[in-house]
């Protein structure tokens, strides 16, 4: 029933890129996750995050502060935090977290309890690049110096993944 | 944990209207569908679907063309019609029918089936106001007789809805 | 990976009925809603419901006195109504009408309101068998006069379902 | 809307405890399986599981010899593996794996790949104790020797829960 017709893409098809993180995040994480968000939105990538407080916050904010895009995907009903171009209320609790994950193109992580832990196991199952900053040393995690470098990682990963590239062309995945 | 400063809106949070209709679609629904995506372009607001084909390709198509934000909330994992600015791979199968009608500040109904009908009802339910083109007759759906009658009556609800209010304000709902 | 072996249905595996109704019913609800529970729970099928409180707690008090099986899929994370044999806590909110229906092979729904109608709906777009009592017009709905006679309809319906039938015959389904 | 009278239990409401592990496992693992399916069953144990084969149909199989009660909470709309009492069609994809956990008591984790290792971690994250043998080394996992010392610790688990003993009492949780 999808049209087969070529995709309509002018750029406006950007690679999306979660950020998982937790809500209860200490000063070291949050600038880590507002650099990644300045950095994700100067490279011109959608970012995907749970839409509430701690690292996803401050990645919005930074992304923000840039002019970058930012889908909070909440677990609630709410608004989640300022800084979202878009809210998607999934009111889903702890299962709203495969449906960020699977959505995104390539991961990062930051930090972590076990939400992200749940995020990157979730992540790795779909088959998503995992970028991590001091998180979970898990079989199949990158880990990365710097958020920066995270960031500049998991672009290259969403750019060669199927999901990004089938979307460019105008296909269905698989 | 969530930030109580004051939202940093500067316009980049626009309505989030959700359009609802069957995969399967005649031309006269259709060609309403895509009427109602460039309608809400025009009007700037940003445009949530289910993401497959039929009313939901067709008001993408619409908005697509008029540069629009589409945002598509699939059941599965793919990619969606050629015409999301953001893809959503909730891979919820029919219980991404909720998490659809939950993100939206108002919803515009264009023909349907069950589907259809189940969206409607999880709509109403939530308390976000349903205008309706030739679909279901529901106690609580207005029924309007063109396309852009319902998008401009769905702005408006849109913009005096608590879920926007809240959200332009920087206040979490409720 | 599931063995293909039969399965070795010894009579534990019972049709599986939705019974669905308002959280809000009246005194006519609730008694219907009661009748229903004991009629199901003496032709030996499995109650799936919401779990909570109104029809759901009634179906469920009519069962239990009966010593039947029922199963509440909560929209929360709690422990809903005191009848419950099995407490599936999904969290999911109104998300959970989607695995509710579907997990069921035929339908009763008593009274109801917009959830209700959801429900309906989702049951027969998974081409779910749906019997109601002063509930909902909707076409699709066959319309029965007591809760005894959607109860014994549901059960032929599961019966000759193709859920329960590929179930009992140890196949998957489809 | 729930009813605050005590609990008519009378013995049906049984500790609900998960089992998890992956659905390609080799002869190790399965045999662990099956020999925690049987433990659980003789004392009296409701097994939640994801439904499918690998670890999920040999704890069900050794169960269904014991005459225990299997639950299989399956993340497609299907039929599941041969040895399940009750199945419940979520159709959610990896989300599933949130409402599994939720829904135990207590949680056993028998080998693992990355799914599991999500549903240890949302476990987790829900405050559910997880007894695992030979699978990932997460600091809150209550590593044991066998698969009976795992059932006899989850079990006990189960019974100082405030979610069993909450419903035990006829009382909502939290």
Same mark, same amino acid.
């Given at each position: 029933?999808?049209?087969?017709? +070529?995709?309509?893409?002018?750029?406006?098809?950007?690679?999306?890129?979660?950020?998982?993180?937790?809500?209860?995040?200490?000063?070291?994480?949050?600038?880590?996750?507002?650099?990644?968000?300045? !950095?994700?939105?100067?490279?011109?990538?959608?970012?995907?995050?749970?839409?509430?407080?701690?690292?996803?916050?401050?990645?919005?904010?930074?992304?923000?502060?840039?002019?970058?895009?930012?889908?909070?995907?909440?677990?609630?009903?709410? &608004?989640? &935090?300022?800084?979202?171009?878009?809210?998607?209320?999934?009111?889903?609790? &702890?299962?709203? &977290?495969?449906?960020?994950?699977?959505? !995104?193109?390539?991961?990062?992580?930051? *930090? *972590?309890?076990? *939400?992200?832990?749940?995020?990157?196991?979730?992540?790795? +199952?779909?088959?998503?690049?995992?970028?991590?900053?001091?998180?979970? +040393?898990?079989?199949?995690?990158?880990?990365?110096?710097?958020?920066?470098? !995270?960031?500049?990682?998991?672009?290259?990963?969403?750019?060669?993944?199927?999901?990004?590239?089938?979307?460019? !062309?105008?296909?269905?995945?698989?």
């Amino acid at each position: 029933m999808i049209s087969p017709l +070529k995709s309509r893409d002018d750029g406006r098809m950007k690679p999306q890129i979660a950020v998982i993180g937790p809500g209860n995040a200490g000063q070291p994480e949050t600038a880590d996750a507002e650099r990644a968000g300045r !950095a994700l939105a100067r490279v011109g990538a959608v970012i995907l995050c749970g839409g509430k407080g701690g690292v996803m916050e401050a990645v919005c904010r930074g992304a923000w502060e840039e002019g970058g895009t930012t889908i909070g995907i909440l677990s609630d009903s709410g &608004n989640g &935090n300022p800084y979202l171009s878009i809210v998607i209320r999934s009111n889903l609790g &702890n299962a709203r &977290n495969a449906v960020l994950v699977q959505s !995104a193109d390539a991961v990062v992580a930051l *930090g *972590g309890a076990y *939400g992200t832990l749940s995020e990157i196991a979730l992540a790795l +199952k779909s088959r998503r690049e995992v970028f991590g900053v001091t998180t979970w +040393k898990i079989d199949g995690v990158v880990a990365c110096g710097t958020p920066e470098e !995270a960031v500049f990682s998991a672009l290259s990963a969403a750019r060669r993944s199927p999901w990004y590239r089938s979307r460019q !062309a105008g296909r269905e995945y698989p």
